[in-house]
């Protein structure tokens, strides 16, 4: 493939899995805006929804160290990419099936939504690096993600307006035919990834072939990216938490929520498109760069009742979202060989995911003992992911 038609195909691919992730997010970002109430009025206790979340986040993510190191095995990558995509978009038009007490039913579509994420996301990644790898790595995950987090925006914004003009006097009711509208979109991401495996059958050819394939192996830079990742998710609150302390302190009504989250997405997709490009320039200083920007997100939201305070860290909130989420990404695939890529995602997102998990249960638990406790944690953490940025890329330097 010459130089010229690689490039332009690369563009193209990336552009059409960015727009099958816009579909897919307004998808399941949609139903997320609503999940916590509408598990609550089908007769889940505040207790059982917050342990079906973490189970829920927790199999998203621990299942994505299999499904990255299987794909990887049998370079069966879209066979995991299309079969994710399959689970995750029909799990949510799903609970508009789920009668009245139904509350066991849609906890299991939910944990099944997470599941089939797990399936598809480190081969999808794995795909997606291929073809980034002709525009810039930072580049190519950054525009995807700007994709991504349009969907996550639109979501929302969607089942908004659905709530006010279909909306009845029933707030169940209300809400299970938002989960049918979300059908809509959860049936286009179907079609665009099943077109993008006709139109890209082998995107591969985008990435120059190794001429020898490398094992993985836990360098000293990835075990200290790693540490770096985790101390991140680690300290990062939860959205879930946001919105409870918004709504606790009266800083914003209940309706406004869900246009909070959209918020946020607006935000974490433009930042994820200044941070990959400013990755492809500086590299691995870009995320000491965005962590810095972030790091006092939780003192804005969670040591004040004020809006526009709150307001001011929920962007800040969001700059750390988008730009770890496109930029780790590209640091990966710098850092793991290229026939390994796939196991590698997975290492990175289980790492993550379980550190986000935990740091969740922690911040939660903190909250209700005090702010304070909560943002000391917070702040602390994500100085020491600064920390072993620094440390990740002093390392690199040298080889290491």
Not at 179 to 191: E, R
Not at 355 to 368: I, K, N, P, Q, T
């Amino acid at each position: 493939m010459d130089k010229k038609r690689a490039l332009s195909g690369a563009i193209i691919f990336i552009t059409l899995m960015g727009i099958v992730s816009l579909f897919s997010d307004m998808t399941h970002e949609g139903a997320r805006s609503i999940l916590g109430e509408y598990l609550n009025l089908a007769g889940a206790s505040a207790a059982t929804i917050g342990f079906v979340s973490g189970i829920g986040e927790l199999c998203g993510y621990s299942l994505r160290l299999i499904s990255g190191f299987i794909a990887d095995k049998t370079k069966k990558y879209w066979t995991f990419v299309i079969t994710g995509y399959v689970i995750q978009a029909l799990a949510i038009p799903a609970l508009a099936l789920v009668p009245e007490h139904g509350w066991i039913w849609a906890c299991g579509l939910v944990i099944l939504e997470r599941i089939g994420k797990a399936i598809k996301k480190p081969a999808k990644n794995t795909l997606v690096s291929f073809a980034a790898s002709e525009i810039g790595t930072g580049k190519g995950f950054a525009y995807q993600e700007f994709l991504d987090q349009l969907g996550a925006f639109l979501g929302p914004v969607l089942l908004f307006v659905t709530a006010l003009v279909k909306g009845t006097d029933d707030l169940f009711t209300t809400y299970r035919i938002s989960f049918a509208i979300l059908l809509v979109p959860a049936m286009i991401t179907i079609a665009l990834v099943l077109t993008a495996k006709i139109r890209y059958p082998d995107p591969e050819i985008f990435e120059k072939q190794e001429d020898k394939p490398a094992s993985f192996e836990f360098r000293k830079s990835f075990v200290l990216f790693m540490a770096a990742i985790c101390f991140f998710a680690f300290g990062f609150a939860d959205f879930t938490l946001i919105t409870l302390h918004s709504a606790n302190t009266g800083a914003f009504n209940e309706s406004m929520l869900s246009l909070l989250y959209a918020g946020a997405m607006a935000v974490d997709a433009f930042a994820a498109l200044f941070f990959g490009w400013l990755y492809d320039k500086v590299g691995l200083k870009a995320l000491i760069i965005s962590t810095l920007c972030s790091t006092f997100f939780s003192y804005f939201v969670f040591m004040t009742g004020n809006a526009w305070l709150i307001g001011a860290g929920i962007i800040l909130w969001g700059i750390g979202m988008g730009a770890q989420e496109s930029i780790m990404k590209a640091a990966v695939s710098g850092i793991v060989p290229r026939s390994m890529r796939s196991t590698g995602f997975g290492i990175f997102e289980t790492g993550f995911g379980i550190a986000w998990f935990l740091g969740s249960w922690l911040l939660g638990a903190l909250y209700d003992l005090n702010p304070v406790y909560l943002v000391t944690v917070s702040v602390v953490s994500q100085f020491l992911a600064i920390v072993f940025y620094a440390l990740c890329l002093r390392c690199n330097k040298i080889e290491c």
